[in-house]
């Protein structure tokens, strides 16, 4: 069964908006959160984290919000660029290694 | 800013045969990780390396063997190769002295067994 969910396969936003990205998680014990962008044929790049001692952090367009309690959480991007078109990976770790979730394909359309 | 640095980027195998890739982690990074991302797939854990020690399995087959020198660069060895071993491989570094746990990835070698 999935640990880390995101539900979402796409989404489509318009330049400017607000990109909303979902991820659920279904154990407990994880203690750090991060998102990556990947681009088709490269590496996953680290954009964000947050630990679980806190429900949100920011840095610049991008802001991660973490609800414990309902084992949620969500990347934010605004305003949103054509540039930020990729596929968007959450992940979430214990103990060193990460489980990733499928990834939700982000278009941004001018 | 240096980054993770795999070899070869592209790799093209027959059944049964070896392989072994290669990965440099960002200097001064002291834990090293390899991940298998099948098509359409999310990456998926394969085996980890803290200080030249292995730290943590994944869902690495018994075919598959790894290590991590004494330079921090670690080695992924891959034998009796199938062709559902055909995929991105991806290792990835980080720095738990640094105290945080954002894993930094490398451009991937692509797997093609035939």
């Known amino acids: 069964d999935q640990q880390v969910k995101q539900n979402s396969p796409s989404l489509s936003v318009q330049e400017g908006r607000i990109s909303i990205l979902n991820c659920d998680y279904t154990n407990s014990m994880f203690d750090y959160f991060l998102w990556y962008k990947k681009y088709p044929a490269e590496g996953p790049t680290f954009l964000i984290s947050?630990?679980?001692?806190?429900d949100k952090n920011e840095d610049g367009r991008f802001t991660v919000f973490l609800n414990k309690s309902a084992k949620h959480l969500s990347l934010h991007i605004v305003p949103s660029q054509p540039g930020d078109s990729a596929v968007y990976f959450c992940a979430v770790g214990s103990q060193g290694n990460l489980i990733f979730g499928k990834g939700t394909k982000l278009s941004v359309k001018p | 800013a240096a980054g993770v640095i795999q070899s070869p980027r592209h790799l093209i195998k027959e059944k049964r045969e070896t392989a072994t890739l290669k990965c440099y982690p960002i200097p001064r990074h002291d834990t090293v990780y390899w991940y298998q991302q099948g098509p359409g797939q999310d990456p998926q854990f394969l085996i980890s390396?803290?200080?030249?020690?292995?730290?943590d399995k994944g869902s690495i087959p018994d075919r598959f063997s790894a290590q991590q020198f004494s330079d921090y660069h670690s080695e992924l060895n891959m034998s009796s190769l199938e062709l559902g071993d055909s995929a991105l491989y991806f290792c990835a570094s980080s720095s738990r002295m640094v105290g945080t746990y954002e894993q930094y990835f490398g451009p991937g070698t692509r797997l093609t067994v035939t």
């Open positions: 947050i630990s679980s001692i806190k």
């Open positions: 390396f803290y200080e030249k020690m292995q730290s």
